[in-house]
């Protein structure tokens, strides 16, 4: 089921209805059905593996915390079998393309290339992220879930099933013994989230993809400006997708009282790639954190190893994002970038010259430009269809060799939809939200308005009503899906 | 003492409460209206100021079944691009004189959405473009195209259209484009004619003349009648071109909501008791039609009328 589909709309309040209305006793079990409801939705059968692998990881957490004397053993049984699922579902097509691939390289194609047709699960590197969260803290020493039903809901709980954000079971399971209890504040900010969410995929995302698909598609033909419309705007296509789903994901699990982390933090006004990474996707990065890049050593021991670690971190993280070559230097690339953020930190700490300027506004946005141009680049990698095409796409940039006589559709595209006044718009209620000054008159108006906003009901109907109506103006005709989906 | 006072406190209470609800509630729903108005005048602007909505350029019409809202400005974005305004008549075109200038070859173009055009600007349809190309082959003459073109039309409704309108404007020649699915839709089968787009329907008799079936139309009585607030919201409001642009979208792409929307149908028809669909009733019954029988007979009532070219176009394939 998708977030921006209408069997959404329809489910997610009667979801909520039913959820509010129900005894406490009963209400987790019903979000459990709910969950695997709208997780079956899709391939029914699917649902089954989702309940193998909750029950699987449930007793591997028990047994872990049990048996201290065969914990590392029972450790590594469900790290195999969480990672064995992954691999399977998701690179053994990958994998055996791959290895045909090189014994055609070679030469060698005595056999036939077996047919591996494998269905990728909705969610699967998300929810296999989770269990391997939970298993990896109950071994180091922290207490497991022992009701089973709660388990289960931490595992499929639907606002953040299929892409995240990647929970930590243990603030999850709070919520769960102390009962989530009805706040009309946390109602508010639900549908705030989800009106929000709707709007960054369905009316920015959306349109913006329609346009970044026709310049991708028509790479060799892009004059410099549609090169660069297409590339930019596939960096904010992503965001605008997948900010957008958590905003949804994270507005439905408020809307049922519950709390789930964010995933994003003004992510295009990191200063450097170290802080972009704490801004962007933040739940897999604090995971690629706490889950590899410190077992491999971290920060710790010589710079070279420490180099090595976040090389190997960033690939692996690519190579999560999907099963296919570019991820994998897409994830590289962001290595390297870290490698080099760190060392050129390091290398201006020396200096005291260079330390004083760090702390001067030019050079914290020249950091943001040099930033952002990082991700365009790295942008190709990830959304081109070959390396080929980004070669291709890189030389365009530049306007190398110079074209004169192309058509600029994607700029003509781009002109006539409505992203550029929904762009302005959206970035109009931001600034409104962020301003923070200490003008007397500004401060009393925002705050009176707030207020009042908040303590009249008709009012916040007219606001939701507005924006649903502006969602639905501006939305395609077609849903698209969210790109994370696919991983 | 103490029980006097709560007695007297519990006396007033209610009247005060009372007061106090009574007023609530009328400043509740007062406010209620008043900021959902500003709302809409508020989403009207901001459409308006970004092209959205517009693409409502349909209205129901009792001979017709629909046709193109006259003077309407229509911002289209599926599948390209255009913002032009439809002329005083209702046609895809610029405004056109019923009387042509001396020395003017007129064409007809009727079509449906393939002559309309909505997906290029209006100078860059092709009737335009034919119009462009005579006029600088033969610079001697003047020629003028006028689009009849209108998204969904059957080749049954064109032939209604340009005798209705079309031929006050005397073309010289007719170009008539057309498809399968056009000669399909100038026919109804038995089968079919409770689901059917209200339209005209033709069919030919026992002694082989080509007759209308308006029955589908009268059936359709009440949804194609003039409705002020409608036709009015219909021309003038963004926000309903966009309500009923997602209704459109939603009943092709999403079957929960063809569902949901089929009950609430259902619910309608059976609280306004006894006005159901009305099975639409012929006079003359006739077997089901061959659909290229059908086009040819129509062709060959608009050949006796004026010179006529046919353009035959395939579909793409799925």
Known sequence: MLFNSFTYLVFLPLVILLHWLMPRRFRSWFLLGASYLFYMNWIPRYGLLILFLTVVNYFIGLGIAKHTDKRKILFNIGLCFNLGALCFFKYAAFLIDSIWSVFHFVGWQQTVQPAINILLPLGISFFTFEFIHYITDVYKGDSPIRNFKDFALFAAFFPTQIAGPIKRYQDFTKQLVNHVTFKQVDFRSGIFLVLQGLYKKMVLGDNLGAIVNYGFTHVSEMPVTDTWIAVVGFTFQIFFDFSGYTDIGRGSAALLGYKVPENFNWPFLAANLTDFWRRWHMSLSTWLRDYLFIPLGGSRGSPWAVRRNLLITMLLGGLWHGAAWHYVIWGGFHGLGLIISKDWHDFVSKYALLSNWRTTKLWHYTGVLFTLLFLFLAGLFFRANNLHDVWILCCSMIDFPASNALPHDVTRLFLQSTVPISIIAYCLFLLMRSISSNNYLWRYLTEHTCRYWSNTPALRLATYTAVALIILGFAPSTVTPFIYFQF | ?318
């Open chain 2, 1 to 318: 003492m103490l029980s006097t006072v709560t007695t007297t406190e519990s006396r007033q209470m209610p009247q005060i409460t009372e007061e106090k609800a009574h007023y609530i509630w009328w400043q509740l729903l007062l406010q209620g209206f008043a900021f959902c108005a500003i709302a809409v005048v508020l989403v009207e602007v901001y459409f308006r100021l970004a092209g959205v909505g517009g693409s409502e350029y349909l209205q129901p019409d009792l001979q017709m079944g629909i046709r193109h809202i006259p003077g309407k400005l229509v911002i289209w974005r599926a599948e390209g691009f255009s913002n032009n305004r439809m002329n005083g008549a209702g046609l895809r075109d610029n405004e056109h004189t019923l009387n042509k200038e001396p020395g003017t070859y007129r064409i007809a173009l009727l079509g449906d959405s393939v002559v309309e055009a909505l997906q290029v600007d209006l100078n860059d349809t092709f009737g335009k473009i034919l119009e462009r190309r005579l006029n600088k082959a033969n610079p001697s003459e003047h020629y003028e195209t006028i689009n009849f073109g209108c998204g969904s039309y059957s080749t049954g409704q064109e032939v209604v259209q340009y005798e209705r309108e079309g031929a006050k404007y005397k073309p010289d020649a007719i170009v008539l484009v057309y498809n399968r699915g056009d000669s399909m839709e100038s026919v109804v089968t038995s089968k079919d004619r409770k689901r059917t787009e209200p339209r005209p329907y033709f069919y030919i008799d026992r002694f082989g003349q080509l007759k209308e079936d308006d029955s589908v139309l009268a059936a359709n009585f009440d949804k194609l009648k003039p409705n002020l607030l409608r036709d009015w919201l219909r021309k003038n409001s963004a926000i309903y071109g966009v309500i009923n642009q997602a209704d459109f979208s939603l009943t092709l792409n999403e079957p929960l909501y063809r569902k949901i929307k089929g009950w609430v149908v259902s619910l309608v028809n059976a609280a306004s008791n006894g006005r159901p669909y009305k099975e639409a009733q012929t006079n003359h019954t006739y077997p089901d039609q061959d659909e290229m029988l059908v086009t040819k007979a129509l062709i060959h009532c608009k050949q006796k009328l004026v010179k006529l070219v046919m353009l035959d176009y395939k579909l793409p394939q799925p």
